[in-house]
């Protein structure tokens, strides 16, 4: 029995608690993982799955065989790429936010892929928390100010954020001059999918961020209807300036209350605390660094 191959089969296993999607993730026969599953848990003498119809659940030898198999699968690859020097291979699986992926990250993939012809890149797209070990993800690419102690993972930008309006809306409202102003104004309120709560209206006052609740009839869970919202009239929103930079251009949008900008919107890279970063992972995170570092303005 290849112990390293079986070690691999058990992992991915674990992860999706299920050997259908391990065997879709690793492209091979459901038959065969079962197999190997079998010839190592005999090797081993213990159990380490449960499987029922259902689902594939973890004996208590298997939680621990596992987190024995992660450490040691990330040292045996990492020593291969620092004596072999070979080029970083198989599969990364990424899940990316939808408007950081168009604006910055899919224009220059072709790079990417060319720099790293062996990597076989996944990504998928989501604005949620994403159970990285329990979805079979290597890395999450998100913006804001994230809480989750599971992950750890790298600051690539600091995103200059405006608040901004349609000439429509400011022809009603007026265009506020002064915070004090924004009593008098409405507002698109975004809430988070994650949170479930609403992002307040910030500002940035002599050095301090001071929130302000503005009033609103509208209330949107998405970003696409919330640049749509703005875009037709119905409130202020607070966004990266990215978002809006065509349509403030054109003269779609204007920017409001310049002297008092919103603080900077963090984008990270995250991945599982309890993973040694792989090489696959590690040059995705070099690389996408750089590339917010060559687009974002420091």
């Not at 298997?62 to 072999?84: K, M, T």
Request: some cysteine; overall charge neutral.
């Amino acid at each position: 029995m290849d112990q390293v191959r079986a070690m691999k089969v058990f992992v991915r296993v674990f992860e999706r608690n299920s050997f259908t999607l391990a065997a879709e993730d690793l492209q091979m026969p459901r038959a065969t993982l079962t197999h190997v599953i079998n010839q190592l848990e005999a090797r081993l003498g213990t159990r380490l799955l449960e499987r029922s119809t259902r689902r594939v659940r973890p004996t208590l030898d298997g939680e621990a065989y596992h987190e024995r198999c992660v450490h040691l699968l990330a040292q045996l690859e990492e020593a291969e790429h620092a004596f072999r020097s070979v080029a970083p291979k198989g599969r990364l699986r990424v899940d990316l936010n939808g408007t950081l992926a168009r604006h910055f990250v899919v224009p220059a993939l072709p790079e990417f892929l060319a720099r790293y012809p062996e990597i076989e890149l996944s990504l998928s797209e989501a604005d949620r928390f994403v159970d990285l070990i329990e979805e079979g993800v290597d890395c999450v690419l998100r913006s804001g100010t994230l809480g989750d102690s599971s992950l750890i993972g790298r600051r690539v930008a600091n995103l200059a954020q405006i608040t901004a309006a349609s000439p429509a809306y400011l022809s009603r409202y007026g265009t506020p001059q002064r915070l004090e102003d924004l009593a008098e104004h409405r507002a698109v309120n975004y809430v988070s999918k994650c949170s479930g709560r609403f992002f307040p209206f910030e500002f940035s006052v002599d050095g301090e961020v001071r929130e302000v609740e503005i009033q609103g009839a509208l209330t949107v869970f998405g970003v696409e209807i919330y640049a749509a919202s703005a875009l037709a009239g119905l409130g202020l929103v607070q966004a990266p300036r990215y978002r809006f930079a065509a349509q403030l251009e054109q003269g779609l949008m204007c920017e409001v209350l310049p002297q008092f900008p919103p603080p900077p919107m963090p984008v990270s890279l995250l991945y599982p605390q309890n993973r040694h970063m792989s090489p696959r992972v590690r040059v995705f995170v070099d690389w996408l660094t750089g590339v917010f570092r060559e687009q974002v303005p420091g």
